[in-house]
């Protein structure tokens, strides 16, 4: 019997930025569950929405239809994520990041949601795999953080 | 669970349009902001105001779509302002290095004195 503060889930997204709801949906009934703290909770679900849409975007022509795999699993103050897809290789790490600006001049979008990405999880590692990309995002937790 | 949804609700206060969102702004929704920003600049609005004090969470993508109607905005010499970022949301604009990007005011309502 898995304790409660143990929980994993397995989904299988289409390559439609649409189907993220499907992530988000998961992580909040997990949240609920295990009473995870709604700061990394968010935190988490930032990082991943900037890593899956990418993946949806750029990982295959987009008049393919593909799908990919997100496990989510969380245990002992920790969650974890692992992403597989089939398509190019590419490290979502390697994304420059944003130029400094002078300040006058507005950021460009470009590059900022990556180096929020890894501001805002506690990993994030990527690795090419039997054709595969895998990327794994970790984020932890205690139940005196803020709430 | 739907509290995921964005809403959008559309006000007026004498010359600007209030825009109060709130949920959650990522990349499955940020597009349809932006179409409503552009619509709205479009169609003549010189004061916009945005309310993000019901806001649980913003990505990149809802950057994004802010960033291009400030943009817009501009090009179209009209005003396009930020109110109510706190909490989570002042983090991750603090974390986007995004807080000078745009005007913010503290509240809805120093916002609309500010806009007159």
């Known amino acids: 019997m898995p ?3 143990q929980k994993s889930v397995h989904l299988s997204l289409r390559n439609d930025v649409a189907e993220l709801t499907l992530v988000t949906g998961a992580l909040n009934r997990i949240g609920e569950e295990i009473d995870i703290p709604a700061k990394a909770l968010i935190q988490l679900q930032v990082a991943l929405d900037e890593v899956l849409s ?5 990982a295959w022509p987009p008049t393919e239809a593909h799908v990919f795999q997100v496990q989510i699993s969380v245990r002992a103050g920790g969650m974890e994520v692992v992403i597989l897809d089939d398509g190019v290789p590419f490290d979502p ?3 420059s990041p944003p130029k400094p600006v002078a300040p006058d001049v507005r950021p460009r979008p470009g590059g900022v949601g990556i180096h929020m990405v890894k501001q805002l999880v506690d990993s994030f590692e990527y690795t090419r795999i039997n054709g595969r990309n895998q990327v794994i995002l970790t984020k932890q937790y205690s139940k005196q953080q803020w709430p | 669970m739907n509290n995921s949804a964005l809403t959008v609700a559309e006000s ?3 010359n ?3 825009v109060a969102l709130s949920g959650r702004i990522d990349s499955t929704n940020a597009n349809d902001l932006i179409t409503r920003f552009n619509r709205l600049i479009s169609s003549g609005e010189k004061s916009i105001l945005v309310d993000l004090g019901s806001v649980l969470y913003l990505t990149s993508a809802a950057f994004r779509a802010l960033l291009v109607a400030t943009d817009q905005a ?5 005003r396009f302002v930020l109110c109510s970022v706190a909490g989570h949301v002042h983090e991750l604009f603090e974390m986007g290095g995004l807080l000078d990007a745009f005007t913010i005011h503290g509240s ?3 916002a609309l004195t500010k806009l007159g």
Not at chain 1, 54 to 58: A, F, G, R, T
Request: charged residues 35%; glycine residues 4%; proline residues 4%.
């Open chain 1, 3 to 5: 304790s409660p503060q």
């Open chain 1, 54 to 58: 990418n993946i949806v975007k750029y």
């Open chain 1, 93 to 95: 790490r390697m994304q």
């Open chain 2, 12 to 14: 007026r206060s004498g």
């Open chain 2, 16 to 18: 600007t349009c209030v």
């Open chain 2, 74 to 78: 501009e090009r179209n010499e009209a």
């Open chain 2, 108 to 110: 809805r309502e120093e």
